[in-house]
């Protein structure tokens, strides 16, 4: 399983990148909301974390709420660098919007997926990344592993012509990681601090530090 970060802040980025871990950037307008953002600075932000991912896919998500818009932004966005994913929420005009730009051989990520039909027709439409949430069910008491889970299955069921992969989004902990890579999902996308929290744990930490102590014997003796 890959794992993409999902942020629009440029020092999180650098740092996971760093490690050598990350496969892409997933972001959305909320996440470039954080960082203190314009509306006239967001296409150069973009092009900024797309030269730190070096070639790695990076989502930059549509606010337009009609087919024609959401082209014309596919396609603006498109133009700063190859390296970007037009990010769409599934509905009726971004199905219809993705097929377009798919057709022009420009890459989409449906996002705000939560149901295998909704998943399904979001592929037949031509999406190459699709972004199924887990986090947002576990917020109304629902199971959003079965959920993704359901939806790994089904697309990985069929040969839609194209290449499709499953991003796992609105994975908050470590155990949604294990949940996702457990039942073949294709991608994590994961916030800096859950990244961070899957490299811990309580007993790495205390066998370093006992490692670290033994060390200290040695250098005494």
Same mark, same amino acid.
């Given at each position: 399983m890959k794992f993409f970060l999902d942020t629009a802040n440029l020092d999180e980025i650098r740092e996971a990148v760093s490690w050598g871990v990350i496969s892409g950037v997933t972001t959305n307008p909320s996440l470039y909301a954080k960082t203190g953002g314009t509306l006239a600075g967001y296409e150069d932000h973009m092009r900024a974390i797309c030269a730190v991912c070096d070639g790695l896919p990076v989502s930059a998500e549509s606010c337009a709420d009609t087919t024609e818009g959401m082209i014309e932004d596919g396609r603006r966005f498109a133009r700063i660098a190859p390296n970007i994913v037009v990010k769409l929420p599934v509905c009726t005009e971004a199905l219809a919007a993705t097929h377009a730009l798919a057709q022009e051989g420009i890459s989409v990520n449906m996002t705000l997926v939560f149901t295998v039909p909704q998943a399904l027709l979001a592929a037949r439409a031509g999406a190459r990344y699709i972004s199924p949430f887990v986090g947002r069910f576990d917020d109304i008491a629902e199971?959003?592993?079965? $959920?993704?889970?359901?939806?790994?299955?089904?697309? !990985?069921?069929?040969?839609?012509? !194209?290449?499709?992969?499953?991003?796992?989004?609105?994975?908050?902990?470590?155990? !949604?990681?294990? $949940?996702a890579a457990l039942m073949g999902c294709d991608i994590a996308t994961v916030p800096f601090a859950a990244l961070k929290k899957a490299v811990k744990h309580p007993l790495t930490d205390r066998g370093l530090a006992s490692f670290l102590e033994d060390w200290k014997k040695v250098e005494q003796a």
């Open positions: 199971d959003g592993v079965e $959920q993704l889970s359901n939806v790994c299955a089904a697309i !990985h069921n069929y040969d839609f012509g !194209h290449e499709v992969e499953i991003i796992g989004a609105s994975i908050r902990t470590p155990n !949604h990681i294990t $949940q």
